[in-house]
Structures are given as structure tokens and as C-alpha cells.
């Protein structure tokens, strides 16, 4: 049974950093594409970064030069480091797994919450 769970969210001030993880179950993690989506309220889900199963990386312009996307496949584990939030980072980000991001399984999300 796939599982995907994300940790690592919270409430922070705009500038801040947190580093996102997501620990995985039931696949083998590295031979799959993975990444993250996020959604605001009311807004649609948001495609924010993917990581392929060879290492490369490609991101959301909004999140470009910001957000770090990583893996460590010995710990089947997904990581997003989020740095200089803004409050438009608010939303909810999920853990999706590949090849297609956007219609893979999906964890249960982190809050995460960017404000004064």
C-alpha cells in the first residue's frame, strides 16, 4: 500500500525557512518521480516543484530560486526547503508521487502558513 506522509509545516513569518519532509511507504522510492503541490484556500491545486528518479529538479516560477527540492533515497524520503517565505506561500502542500505529479497518489499535506 502506498503511503506518503508529510511533516514540516507551521506558522512562520514572511523571510523564514522550513524544510518540508515527506517519508514514503509501499513503492520503491527510487524509481519514481516525485514532487510537491500546494494548495491555498479557495485557490486550485498549484504544481510547486518534481524531482525525477535521476535527480533532476525543475520548479514553479513563484518558487523558483527560493524552494529546494531534494530526495534521500536510502530513507525513501522527499524533502522541500522552503526559504524567504512570502505569505502568498500560504497553503496546504502535499507530497505526490510520479510520473505524472499532478495525478499521483498524495499524502495527507502540511500547513503551511506564512504571516505577521
Known amino acids: 500500500q502506498v503511503q506518503l506522509v508529510e511533516s514540516g509545516g507551521g506558522f512562520v513569518q514572511p523571510g523564514a525557512s522550513l524544510k518540508l519532509s515527506c517519508v514514503t511507504s509501499?513503492?520503491?522510492?527510487?524509481?519514481?518521480?516525485m514532487g510537491w503541490l500546494r494548495q491555498a484556500p479557495g485557490k486550485h491545486l498549484e504544481w510547486v516543484s518534481t524531482n525525477t528518479k535521476i535527480g533532476g529538479s525543475t520548479y514553479a516560477d513563484a518558487v523558483r530560486g527560493r524552494f529546494i527540492i531534494s530526495r534521500d533515497n536510502d530513507k525513501s524520503t522527499l524533502y522541500l526547503q522552503m526559504n524567504n517565505l512570502k505569505p502568498e506561500d500560504t497553503a496546504m502542500y502535499y507530497c505526490?508521487?510520479?510520473?505524472?505529479?499532478?495525478?499521483?497518489?498524495r499524502g495527507q499535506g502540511t500547513q503551511v502558513t506564512v504571516s505577521t
Open positions: 509501499g513503492f520503491p522510492f527510487k524509481d519514481f518521480t
Open positions: 505526490a508521487q510520479g510520473p505524472v505529479i499532478t495525478v499521483g497518489a
